[in-house]
């Protein structure tokens, strides 16, 4: 599809952490969804038909979806870069496996370097270990991996964050503030606009939520163009809903904050990890499981 660079698959909506900030609401108590191992297993198809190079396993938290080393292997098999963007909290064994083949990286969110101000954000025991553990377990296999680090107290310990993950080996880090969407925006931080988006929604991206519905991105979720159980992706990315919404979503300003939490929203200017530039060899595990 011209123009698309990258699509999020949300295959699940279910998360272990409560973040107040999340922009999909995911939960524990959050539903996986009414998408099934067939349905994204067609739509993976799809987003190679229509010539989408990458392909981004996003949540709630995809490590919960059984079915992730199943799309993992059939993205890859038709050709696909792969992200698959976790909070590493809990990685089951099998995974490791998926995650270290050829075209396949990793992304995660992380908040701060303080135990309670880390656990006080994602709102879940623990948090910060297991996903630190998990970081230090992936950068030891050699897995291409970035972070993104979201401003959502006052008094964060972003900066002390950063710096952290750079000595856990992560070079690729981007930092941005909390987005008015999802959560956040049910909790009175305000109402969606596209004001919130960073302009690439639509033009250069697209994702895929948990119902099958389409949108420019995960943020961009109450723009809603069609839906991937009614209709085949291209139709719907060749309509005149699609083209409208490209146009309602202002134009990308030089310089402008690109969000990246669970997800990038600007996979044209900000490639995932560019996998197909690294050939990680699977090593003998650690044991480094949370």
């Known amino acids: 599809m011209p123009g698309i660079q990258s699509i999020e698959l949300e295959i699940t909506g279910t998360c272990q952490l409560r973040c107040d900030h999340c922009?999909?609401?995911?939960s524990p108590q959050a539903p996986a969804g009414e998408m099934t191992r067939d349905d994204w297993s067609g739509v993976i198809a799809d987003v190679a038909e229509v010539g989408i190079p990458t392909v981004q396993f996003i949540g709630g938290e995809p490590t919960l979806s059984p079915h992730l080393p199943q799309f993992i292997d059939e993205a890859l098999a038709l050709g696909l870069e792969v992200e698959v963007y976790s909070n590493?909290?809990?990685?089951?064994?099998s995974l490791w496996n998926a995650f270290s083949r050829k075209g396949v990286c990793l992304a995660t969110s992380y908040y701060s370097d303080d135990r309670a101000q880390h656990e006080q954000i994602t709102r879940t025991r623990g948090s910060l270990d297991r996903t630190r553990a998990n970081i230090t377990e992936a950068v030891r296999r050699g897995i291409p991996m970035r972070a993104g680090i979201v401003e959502v107290i006052e008094g964060q310990r972003v900066e002390q964050a950063k710096a952290e993950l750079l000595r856990l080996g992560i070079n690729k880090i981007k930092i941005d503030r909390m987005r008015k969407v999802g959560r956040a925006?049910?909790?009175g931080a305000g109402t969606p606009t596209v004001g919130e988006l960073c302009g690439h929604c639509f033009r250069h991206s697209a994702s895929v939520s948990p119902d099958g519905s389409v949108s420019g991105c995960i943020l961009s979720r109450f723009m809603i163009a069609g839906n991937v159980r009614e209709q085949r992706l291209a139709e719907i990315l060749r309509s005149n809903r699609w083209a409208e919404m490209i146009a309602a979503v202002p134009e990308p300003r030089a310089g402008a904050c690109t969000p990246d939490d669970s997800n990038d929203c600007d996979p044209a200017r900000t490639p995932a990890c560019a996998p197909k530039h690294y050939a990680p060899a699977p090593t003998p595990s650690l044991g480094v499981h949370a």
């Open 185 to 187: 925006a049910e909790q």
């Open 88 to 93: 590493l909290t809990h990685v089951r064994p």
């Open 23 to 26: 922009c999909t609401g995911s």
